[in-house]
């Protein structure tokens, strides 16, 4: 068997959460490292290891904010110029996170390179922030003191890697686990490749009895699921989906670590902060050089073909998690709405996902 497409990948993550630079391979090869956490010593390896200029690439949304100036959406990534010597780590995080103080010099927009999606893309894989400092990398780089030991990624698995890795899903352990509201309830876990980040299903009885059981594809949120907290709904669902489907005597809820509507927990605390300075849940994602929604439904998709739940009746508001999934190719029967109730905090939120992701409100 030849070396997994991923397996660069997720070290090559491993690598920017620790702020080490990797080469981002194409044909023009970068080397390349995240603002968020490159430190003195991986900017001054970019430095001794670029053969031209090195710059700052930023999401749209975010570039806009740096340079005050609007910026088309439809742009893929946005390159600002970094002169020698190199901007210092402070000044960096500060354009990287727009919720720390916004004292920063005045950048100069520059052509991106060829790569700047995948330098971008890996920032995010990392749960990072999607600013990530690039420059054209020395050829024979490989064989100098300082490149030793960096990691090659090919810019084009970057790309590919949330489908790829979802395509390595497999069940790894399988328990019954009686709840409070569903005394029948078994937990099965599924891993993909990258051995990394875990997906639960947990199944309600014998969902495969019925033609077409009830499904809650529910995205982890430690604060509202585990916490308890009041800006959001995900509590009370995740509890109602398993009560209702012990109610009716089946169902699977596939719990998800796509946390943050795939952002990661950090980035949502961060966009929390954001929103409580007047964003709303979509524009503070933005801000943050995030797209709304980042999550990837193959991986449900390929949770359901595990399970063999080739049909089933989806319990949600959001027409987006629909139309992701029927695109994946899965089977859905029927949506069934899930709303719950205002609570007094979130009522702004439930508001604006009706508004902006055309959920279903009561
Ligand atoms: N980025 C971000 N994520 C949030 C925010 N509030 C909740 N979330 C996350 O949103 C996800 C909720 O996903 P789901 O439960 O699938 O809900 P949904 O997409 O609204 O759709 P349905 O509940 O199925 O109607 C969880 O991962 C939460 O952590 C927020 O303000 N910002
Ligand atoms: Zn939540």
Redo the contacts with the bound molecule.
Sequence with gaps: MGVPRTRAVHRAVADARRGVPVIVAGPHPLIVGPAETLGAEGLHLIDRLSAGPASLVLAPSRAAAVLRTPIADDAQAVALALSRPLIDVATLRRVADPTLEQIMPNFTRTAPPEQAGAALALGKLARLLPAMVVAPVRPGWASLPLGAGLLVVPAADLLTYPTELAATLHRVAEVAIPLDDAPDARLIAFRALDQGIEHMAILVGDPLREAAPLV?????????DLLGSL????GP?LKGAIRRMAESGAGAVLYLA????G?GLI??LR??TL?DRGLD?VD??RALGWQA?ERNFHIAAAMLDALGLKRIRL????PE?LAGLLACGVDVAERVP?IMEPNGVNDG?LAT?ARR?G?LLG
């Design positions: 809650r594809i529910h995205s982890e949120c430690f604060t509202g800006r959001c709904d995900c669902q796509q946390e943050g509507r952002i980035n949502k966009a929390y929103q849940t503070a994602n929604d319990l949600t508001n959001n998690k899930h939120y996902k992701f959920h």
